[in-house]
C-alpha cells in the first residue's frame, strides 16, 4: 500500500464493501468534531483531574477541600480546576469569597460512572 503523508491510495485497498464503507463514511462526524472529542478525552487522561473529578462525584468542594482530601496544594488543585472549566467538565458558584466546585453536568457524572464500570469489568 502507497501512502502519501496520511492519504492512501483508495485504489490500492482489497476486499472493500463499497456499501459498508460509504455507509459508515456519511455517519463520519467533521474532522474538527473528532478533534475535539480527542482533546475531551486527554483531560481525562490525567490522574489528578481524574481524582478531583471523582471527589467532585460525591460532594460540591472548595479548593482547600480538594486539596485536603487529595493531599495536594491549593495552587495544584487551582490550575487543574482551571483545565476541568475550560473542557466544561467542572462548574463553580461563589459564595462570598469562597468558591465552590462541582461536576458540570450529568454527563460528566455518566463519563466517569461508565469508566469506572468498564474498569471493573
Known amino acids: ?62 479548593v482547600g477541600d480538594i486539596a485536603q482530601i487529595l493531599n495536594l496544594s491549593q495552587s495544584s488543585v487551582s490550575h487543574q480546576l482551571r483545565i476541568l472549566k475550560t473542557s466544561k467538565l467542572v462548574k463553580f458558584r461563589r459564595e462570598g469569597k469562597i468558591m465552590f466546585y462541582s461536576l458540570d453536568d450529568d454527563h460528566v457524572r455518566t463519563m466517569i460512572s461508565m469508566g469506572m464500570e468498564h474498569i471493573e469489568e
Open 1 to 62: 500500500m502507497t501512502e502519501r503523508g496520511n492519504v492512501v491510495d483508495k485504489n490500492e485497498f482489497l476486499a472493500v464493501r463499497e456499501d459498508i464503507v460509504q455507509k459508515v463514511l456519511a455517519e463520519q462526524p467533521d474532522d474538527e468534531v473528532l478533534y475535539d472529542l480527542a482533546e475531551l478525552f486527554k483531560v481525562f487522561g490525567d490522574s489528578t483531574r481524574i481524582r478531583i473529578l471523582y471527589a467532585l462525584f460525591e460532594a460540591e468542594l472548595c
